[in-house]
């Protein structure tokens, strides 16, 4: 389903959305600084502890960001308007050993209940989301299926997490096939962030088992030179990327081409056995790729 044409007044809107987001992660970033200095004193944190204290902020800039104020609707709706109406169908498709890559504070839990799901793992690296994280599991009933893995989803912090789980995935050289593991992978909003996209995806490839599915739901460069796209929204991208949006909101990066990276993944098997990706929102700095990739059997 085609989200419809956004009036004037919505295409402005989606201009400056952004703007607004990047204004609280920076007001985040800001208040965490200033209770380091004055009400823990430690003055020199702001200078010698910047990682740290950018984990924190982005934490609680993420928390109160994806409160269920506003939660992914349960079902697709009739008519798109917003990313969080990509979700629902795409998440229909998760079943048995799932991976969810990034999960943050568990925003998608609620689309996760399906009995066709056995055990869901959650690779997230923000420590300070993984309370909030735990306790949406056990409020949407999924304590006993979800469990929470403290480290990113590059191979050489994720094997070793599997491992101790009792996943034997390989880290070594060989195709996807070989070293299968989950039945599902799940990018919601995510891969905008990861350090190396390519290697990424590729690792994540190699961990879907034959006839596994990616289910992806990222948001993109805007594609400008094509008609679904918009010059103005490319230079939107630009300007906030040139204002600190990666920096004050958790390294993502608003001009990544992800779908051609998905699609390279799959060329040591020849491509995806099923490869239908949708583009949404063209018209805006934030524009959507969503589907469900099939990896050959």
Same mark, same amino acid.
């Given at each position: 389903?085609?989200?419809?044409?956004?009036?004037?007044?919505?295409?402005?809107?989606?201009?400056?959305?952004?703007?607004?987001?990047?204004?609280?992660?920076?007001?985040?970033?800001?208040?965490?600084?200033?209770?380091?200095?004055?009400?823990?004193?430690?003055?020199?944190?702001?200078?010698?502890?910047?990682?740290?204290?950018?984990?924190?902020?982005?934490?609680?800039?993420?928390?109160?960001?994806?409160?269920?104020?506003?939660?992914?609707?349960?079902?697709?709706?009739?008519?798109?308007?917003?990313?969080?109406?990509?979700?629902?169908?795409?998440?229909?498709?998760?079943?048995?050993?799932?991976?969810?890559?990034?999960?943050?504070?568990?925003?998608?839990?609620?689309?996760?209940?399906?009995?066709?799901?056995?055990?869901?793992?959650?690779?997230?690296?923000?420590?300070?989301?993984?309370? *909030?994280?735990?306790?949406?599991? !056990?409020?949407? +009933?999924?304590?006993?299926?979800?469990? %929470?893995? #403290?480290?990113? /989803?590059?191979?050489?912090?994720?094997?070793?997490?599997?491992?101790?789980?009792?996943?034997?995935?390989?880290?070594?050289?060989?195709?996807?096939?070989?070293?299968?593991?989950?039945?599902?992978?799940?990018?919601?909003?995510?891969?905008?962030?990861?350090?190396?996209?390519?290697?990424?995806?590729?690792?994540?490839?190699?961990?879907?088992?034959?006839?596994?599915?990616?289910?992806?739901?990222?948001?993109?460069?805007?594609?400008?030179?094509?008609?679904?796209?918009?010059?103005?929204?490319?230079?939107?991208?630009?300007?906030?990327?040139?204002?600190?949006?990666?920096?004050?909101?958790?390294?993502?990066?608003?001009?990544?081409?992800?779908?051609?990276?998905?699609?390279?993944?799959?060329?040591?098997?020849?491509?995806? *056995?099923?490869?239908?990706?949708? !583009?949404?929102? +063209?018209?805006?700095?934030?524009?959507? %790729?969503? #589907?469900?990739? /099939?990896?050959?059997?």
């Amino acid at each position: 389903m085609a989200a419809k044409e956004p009036s004037t007044v919505q295409w402005t809107w989606s201009l400056l959305e952004p703007g607004l987001l990047l204004l609280y992660g920076m007001s985040y970033y800001a208040r965490v600084n200033l209770e380091a200095v004055f009400k823990k004193g430690q003055l020199l944190a702001p200078i010698l502890q910047t990682g740290r204290l950018r984990d924190e902020a982005f934490g609680r800039f993420w928390i109160a960001f994806s409160s269920p104020t506003h939660p992914s609707p349960l079902s697709p709706p009739p008519q798109i308007t917003c990313s969080s109406d990509l979700i629902p169908s795409i998440l229909a498709h998760a079943s048995g050993l799932v991976l969810d890559v990034g999960p943050g504070t568990g925003t998608q839990l609620p689309l996760l209940r399906s009995p066709a799901i056995e055990t869901i793992y959650g690779a997230e690296p923000c420590q300070g989301l993984h309370d *909030e994280l735990r306790e949406r599991a !056990r409020a949407e +009933g999924l304590a006993e299926k979800y469990r %929470v893995l #403290g480290c990113s /989803v590059a191979a050489k912090e994720l094997v070793p997490a599997l491992a101790k789980e009792g996943l034997p995935a390989k880290d070594g050289e060989g195709n996807g096939k070989e070293r299968g593991v989950f039945d599902s992978i799940i990018c919601v909003r995510v891969l905008c962030s990861v350090p190396d996209l390519n290697r990424t995806v590729k690792d994540l490839y190699s961990l879907l088992k034959p006839g596994g599915k990616l289910l992806v739901v990222e948001h993109v460069v805007n594609p400008w030179r094509s008609s679904k796209g918009s010059l103005v929204a490319r230079i939107a991208q630009a300007v906030y990327g040139l204002l600190g949006w990666s920096w004050f909101i958790g390294s993502c990066c608003l001009d990544r081409d992800t779908e051609t990276a998905l699609r390279e993944a799959a060329e040591v098997d020849g491509g995806w *056995e099923v490869g239908d990706l949708d !583009r949404h929102f +063209g018209s805006g700095p934030l524009p959507y %790729v969503s #589907g469900v990739l /099939v990896k050959r059997s």
